[in-house]
């Protein structure tokens, strides 16, 4: 079975505060993803990497960047936390046939 | 912009019913297409999978492809009330890893 972790499951911080999340794979996955997700606006795609220390932009990237040192893992750092990005942060890590596998979920409050 | 739609419900089925939900998209080049279970408060699923037009079955899961009418949908037969929870539609993005995913269609399996 695929395993996604994530860091904490819940993080309260406060506004300005620089942020870290962390995703671990153990699939051997290229291809890992970071979403957010927030009532009535689905999933939306902040950043992925498809390979080592290789990004893009997703839909949503301002105020976000992301680190891939190695391959099983995908950091997402909010810059300056502020209040319109407490949310549920979800990591997905993708396999050979386009089929993502999702983390637990971060809820982040930042207050 | 490509688009995945779901109706976003609730869809309220007895239990014991078969659930049909439905999903739409605007790429006429994607080629995996997925279902997501997803619980209020947890992360979602992967389900079920379909790649090639028709029926796939697993369990009491049966996706449907129809690649010309742009039309995937996911059949749940003798729903139970533990299939109470959002579905969500992903399409794979045929110009790059990326899925795009509906909203979700929630699912209410009245007792």
């Known amino acids: 079975d695929v395993k996604v972790t994530q860091s904490s499951r819940y993080l309260v911080k406060r506004t300005g505060e620089k942020v870290f999340l962390e995703c671990v794979q153990d699939?051997?996955?290229?291809?890992m993803f970071w979403y957010r997700q927030d009532p009535g606006l689905g999933l939306r795609l902040i950043y992925f990497?498809?390979?080592?220390?290789?990004?893009e932009k997703g839909d949503i990237p301002e105020g976000y960047s992301v680190s891939r040192e190695k391959k099983e893992r995908f950091s997402l750092i909010l810059e300056s936390a502020s209040t319109n990005q407490t949310s549920m942060y979800l990591c997905?890590?993708?396999?050979?046939?386009?089929?993502?596998?999702f983390g637990p979920g971060t809820r982040l409050t930042v207050t | 912009q490509k688009e995945v739609e779901q109706n976003s419900g609730p869809l309220s089925v007895p239990e014991g019913a078969i659930a049909s939900l439905n999903c739409t998209y605007s790429d006429r080049v994607s080629q995996s297409f997925f279902w997501y279970r997803q619980y209020s408060g947890k992360s979602p699923e992967l389900i079920m999978s379909?790649?090639?037009?028709g029926d796939k079955e697993d369990g009491r899961f049966t996706a449907q492809l129809n690649k010309a009418s742009q039309y995937v949908s996911l059949l749940i037969r003798d729903s139970q009330p533990s299939d109470s929870a959002t579905y969500l539609c992903a399409v794979n993005s045929g110009a790059t890893n990326k899925l795009i995913f509906g909203t979700g269609t929630l699912l209410a399996v009245q007792p």
């Open positions: 379909i790649y090639s037009n």
């Open positions: 997905a890590s993708m396999g050979v046939s386009y089929e993502q596998y």
């Open positions: 990497s498809y390979d080592v220390k290789m990004k």
């Open positions: 699939m051997d996955h290229e291809n």
